[in-house]
């Protein structure tokens, strides 16, 4: 558990104190107070219950860590759990992790089971410019919540990357290919978790920015607004992004059967060329006593002839079809 | 039935009374009292009519089997109907039953045709911590609806371990295999009534934790919001189930046209170089008088290499399609 | 048009009644009239108008024959359109007939072109209970819907079965068939109906239900409540059906892919085997005079071997790439 | 510009009054002043401006001829846009034009750009029996409304005979047919279209029905609920049509599909009975010296009988399979 | 930052005023002040911030570039973001530029970073005709909003008829051809994208045009409805092409698939003539000593006789099952 305190005046933000000096620190109305804890210990739930008198079921709450953003009010206090992106989310596997808190009339209580990359970026720009803590926990409380959000700025950016490289692969893939079809499957899934995440975080920052809870006073709202808005944002982008994801798996399903049509095709094209010169070459290998072609001098040539024909007249016919020739521009983008 | 009196003050929940004894009991404001009807008997049922003067249409509800989660409120009582899962129920079958209840100002009324895991449990604890009683019927019917909700969550982790298995099968499928189809059919019928069974339930709650019953106080809001904040959960998770359903279905249709794809060019493959070759063998074995390459010395071998000619040819021809070669790699999650 | 008529401590229906009689009928306000049009007259239009004084556009609509569900108040009494299922409603052609009627402050009237099983349901009812009218004409309404509802469950069991059977058909098809197709196309047009049809009379029985019509007094709410929560049963079965059936639709397309699949993987051993067989036998079929191979004393047997050696390597290679072998069991389900 | 005015008492509409007459007529609160501009002069329009005063935006709105249906309420006024449909209208080509009006306390104004046949139909009626204008301009206008949408009626027939036709081409299409396929989309953007523009109509309808505009009594609501019930019919049917067109896209992709198998089914036929007979005549077409089966009496005749029992095999294997035989029956619809 | 200036009565517009003025020209309420910021400098955002008293966090989101359209009302000025369509905007990369603006009660500000197509024809405007500022400024925003809007519609003209080229294409389609994939995927992307923005855009307007905001005074609201009605005709469009290019894709889809229809059609007829062709023949090519045919006088007459017979019956069982012949008429769309 880490304590920092400003108090109006003060030069420097105050570390050091520990869990028994809360009580009296809480006692002045005018400081704010902000009690991190990292990994808590059992006692540092104690401190929750004993020195906050928060409700059991909002500790118990912390201690679980499989909760969905929300936030909820009671005297005196609000208690919220939002979520951060870990340091490993890659856009195939979006992570998060919980951060609870709670938000009194001057203090602000954070809890986190692991390293949390936002708190400690708040608590370095507190110690440089204690000043951020002036205009109240309400203040403070926003930038950690701005800060949670930032992050989830270069996410989104890999998640652009990742879909603009993803339909390169497809239109340029060599042979259908389950590997591409599982990375659309973990794309899709990851920006699904991040569209539910965001939108429920975002639900909760237009309740916190239209006045909804008397804890965060009416000049703080542009502010929460601010963060609201960035989330709206984030929750556009993850629409737009399962938009783009579900049309590369359609693109992924196109070309594959575009794929089928040119195999197809071939075989076809061998087929009905070679089907019909075998077939000729056949009726001239048979073994009747009575065929005057073969005892013809220019039988074999003849034939010879024939079979070209045939060929070309194949060919030809295809050509007509559209499936061989001038194809070499067409193809291009397959082959 | 069962009856369970608490009494403030009293170390010991009293067992044992009998319906006959229901109208002294219910005099009672400050006990709580549990009836608990397991498979019930008409008599039983006539004692909620006669003592309990509940409406008719509500026990008529109770006797039959076949309703959704609801909750209605009549004067000086609540009547509802919460599905708890059976225990064994399975991902490709989820199955629910039906618990009916009442709740009034000083007792709670549990009725169902079957043994109730989550009853059994709530009747157990309050054999060892009768307290649990103290805080009031609402606090008791709180213990029986978390008890009901926490049986979900075994039922959700298999979905999750299925759904993992399901899409291992998909994509190390030898063969396409309707066992795989009817799978996915199964999970995507079960998974549909968990949302819309839990969807139902969480309604239910969403309107107990909010203040709308005069029955629930507000002290015991959060404890509901507790079940409610719960149900969200499963409800979400169903979703999320439903998609990665979805999603299965899509990937296994896509390998199944993989497989198509890859069958279709074995048999191209195969076609274009053997056809050609019998097409020269043919030419050979014709029988014309007059062929001077069938008395030319190294004919034979000529041909031969021709032969091997194009069938190297063709399987260049195939390579730089990347039909063949340099496809182990790729091949590797299909064969 | 038949006119029932129940007056308070009268052991009996009185029957027989003309329309002349009504004027003095209605004036008795303890009484509950029941007047049942079936394909009534002109006649009978012109005491709707005239004695009851309707709308003429209710009228109108009673006489027209393609209305959806509806319910409107006009001053003192309430004009509605509930639609029954037709005696011969099968899953694959749902059907339902037009039901209209009013309710007045003593009066009820049913209005419709064909024989109404419901109706006659309740009028044999009233003849050996005539208690039920006790209660006023709202009961005598609810129990009017309440058998119209009734009449919707025989239905959504046919459904049931009728799925089942589908999907068992679907897996065990022998060939892919437009007749199960067609049977899937009018299942899913059925249930869309029936989703369609419910819902709007889900909607009526809401609004009868929660009180916003004096006409039906508060204490026959829970009754009308009954009929709703029924509906609500039946739209939602109609949910999960028309779910099962795009269910079905799906896994019919997937079965007759596989069904592809399995084609073309016998058409590509087959000529992967053949092929190259058919090449060697070729190749000694050729006439050149000098082909050492022809003259050799086992030549003939040695081809025979290499021939088994090509055969067995196919199959081999096919095992291996799981088209052939340990399919049977796989394949139990397709054929 | 056309005027038609109703003076309570007179028998016959009066008919001839010219622009420069309408200051005067409007004095006349009791009379009823039609207003009809086909295919108006800016004369006209400036008699909107200047005689009516209504806001400019309206006019203009008048004059363009690409807006959806709207309702605006202005002081003293109501402005509105529906949309009736072409005499030329299909189902592949579903057409609308737009008729704008204001509803003043005694004028009706319509203002269209092309010949309008609800019109039309109205003034008909006017003339014949001018009593229809006893009830004041909303019922006038009602009458234009009632015969506005009274004219989607027959389009909705053409819809229903067209699908129906549509079905019958799919399941008895000799060959895959792009005909088809325009023909699915041609109805389905009219459907989305009918749907769409319906959609807003009933709107309209329906804020007209309810009594949010003071120059529509209440005793005129009922005739606006029929149109509005009218309304809820087309756009029910529109919707209907569009999921049995969705249905027909599908049919027609899974009747193509099973086509494909059809196809393949009689290749993979041919070629699994003639390849391996093909091969056997290859084996002794060898030119081996040493094959002593060539010299055998009786081996031709033996090389006959094994061909037959290898294609008469391959027939039972096939038909085992179900690919052919008892087809018959089940080909029927297809071919 | 350019500044025009109103004042009633003057007959022409005052340019040339610097940011020094403005603390002056404010203090006159009955002037129009605009003051447009092209590119703006950081001088130019502290006169935002110090002589308008903007909040600092809407300058900041004027200084980014990368929101959503909004509206946010501050004491006594409101905030604003619209998106025009850039001049390069086409339908297959649909971009727009963000117009961020201040109205207050005597100024609008407008700020975009780049050259705004719109505003200078409003200036132009301005130049011409100052009257249009008599209105006061929320006419002068409308009148800016409204050049905003109306470049839209050239580039909704360009979807329909880039959709009409594409079903074009489509159809007459030589070879399957992932370009039209691509093309119908950027056009999504686009018509998403377009509908995305305007839908936001639309909502702006709305609220702008019901009288949430009182600086925009009710005589101005149906000029703001006028804006909102022509984004309501963009958002239409918008979802309509939408969904015309989801009919394109499945129609792409559609004709690759009867194309792969097609070729299997060309490869089994061809298979299934020539392989009994080739066997007839083969047959005859066997060299068994006995074989009484081969010495029979007409028996290679015989045997093409035969053929001949097996080709043509294949044919006429091609024909029969609708494969070929009568085919010229049916497949003149797609050859």
Redesign the interface.
Same mark, same amino acid.
């Given at each position: 558990m880490e304590i920092l305190v400003y108090r109006p005046g003060k030069p420097k933000i105050i570390e050091g104190s520990t869990a028994a000096d809360l009580p009296e620190l809480l006692k002045d109305q005018s400081a704010v107070i902000w009690v991190d804890m990292e990994s808590p210990t059992e006692a540092d739930e104690q401190v929750l219950l004993d020195v906050f008198k928060f =409700?059991p079921? *909002?500790v118990e709450?912390c201690r679980e860590n499989?909760?969905?953003p #929300?936030i909820?009010e009671?005297e005196g206090y609000i208690y919220f759990i939002v979520h951060g992106v870990t340091a490993d989310t890659s856009p195939d596997r979006f992570n998060t992790i919980e951060l609870d808190g709670f938000l009194g009339p001057n203090y602000v209580i954070t809890y986190h089971h692991e390293m949390f990359r936002s708190i400690n970026n708040v608590k370095q720009l507190l110690r440089t410019t204690p000043i951020a803590c002036q205009r109240g926990p309400a203040f403070l409380l926003h930038q950690i919540l701005d800060q949670v959000v930032d992050f989830y700025s270069p996410v989104l950016d890999d998640f652009d990357g990742r879909i603009d490289r993803l !339909?390169d692969d497809i239109?340029t893939l060599? &042979?259908?290919?389950?590997?591409i079809?599982?990375e659309i499957?973990d794309l899709?899934?990851s920006v699904? &978790?991040l569209r &539910?995440i965001s939108g429920k975080q975002m639900d909760i920052l237009h309740r916190m920015s239209r006045g909804e809870f008397s804890l965060i006073p009416e000049g703080m709202r542009?502010?929460y &607004?601010?963060v609201y808005?960035h989330l709206?944002?984030v929750v556009?982008l993850a629409e737009?992004y399962r938009?783009?994801i579900s049309?590369s798996? !359609? /693109?992924?399903?196109?070309?594959?059967?575009?794929?089928?049509?040119?195999?197809? #095709?071939?075989? *076809?094209i061998?087929? /009905?060329i070679?089907?019909?010169? *075998?077939?000729i /070459?056949?009726?001239?290998?048979?073994?009747?006593?009575?065929?005057p !072609?073969? =005892?013809?001098?220019?039988?074999?040539y003849t034939?010879w002839i024939i079979m070209i024909v045939v060929a070309v007249g194949m060919l030809l016919f295809f050509k007509k079809?559209?499936?061989i020739g001038g194809?070499s521009r !067409?193809?291009t983008?397959?082959?």
């Amino acid at each position: 558990m880490e304590i920092l305190v400003y108090r109006p005046g003060k030069p420097k933000i105050i570390e050091g104190s520990t869990a028994a000096d809360l009580p009296e620190l809480l006692k002045d109305q005018s400081a704010v107070i902000w009690v991190d804890m990292e990994s808590p210990t059992e006692a540092d739930e104690q401190v929750l219950l004993d020195v906050f008198k928060f =409700h059991p079921l *909002t500790v118990e709450d912390c201690r679980e860590n499989r909760h969905y953003p #929300k936030i909820e009010e009671f005297e005196g206090y609000i208690y919220f759990i939002v979520h951060g992106v870990t340091a490993d989310t890659s856009p195939d596997r979006f992570n998060t992790i919980e951060l609870d808190g709670f938000l009194g009339p001057n203090y602000v209580i954070t809890y986190h089971h692991e390293m949390f990359r936002s708190i400690n970026n708040v608590k370095q720009l507190l110690r440089t410019t204690p000043i951020a803590c002036q205009r109240g926990p309400a203040f403070l409380l926003h930038q950690i919540l701005d800060q949670v959000v930032d992050f989830y700025s270069p996410v989104l950016d890999d998640f652009d990357g990742r879909i603009d490289r993803l !339909e390169d692969d497809i239109f340029t893939l060599k &042979r259908p290919n389950n590997q591409i079809l599982l990375e659309i499957m973990d794309l899709k899934r990851s920006v699904l &978790r991040l569209r &539910r995440i965001s939108g429920k975080q975002m639900d909760i920052l237009h309740r916190m920015s239209r006045g909804e809870f008397s804890l965060i006073p009416e000049g703080m709202r542009p502010f929460y &607004r601010d963060v609201y808005d960035h989330l709206v944002r984030v929750v556009d982008l993850a629409e737009n992004y399962r938009d783009l994801i579900s049309g590369s798996l !359609e /693109a992924y399903l196109s070309v594959v059967s575009n794929r089928l049509n040119e195999i197809m #095709k071939v075989l *076809t094209i061998f087929s /009905a060329i070679m089907l019909p010169l *075998t077939f000729i /070459a056949g009726i001239y290998g048979m073994n009747f006593d009575n065929m005057p !072609e073969l =005892h013809s001098r220019y039988g074999y040539y003849t034939v010879w002839i024939i079979m070209i024909v045939v060929a070309v007249g194949m060919l030809l016919f295809f050509k007509k079809r559209g499936w061989i020739g001038g194809s070499s521009r !067409e193809e291009t983008p397959e082959s």
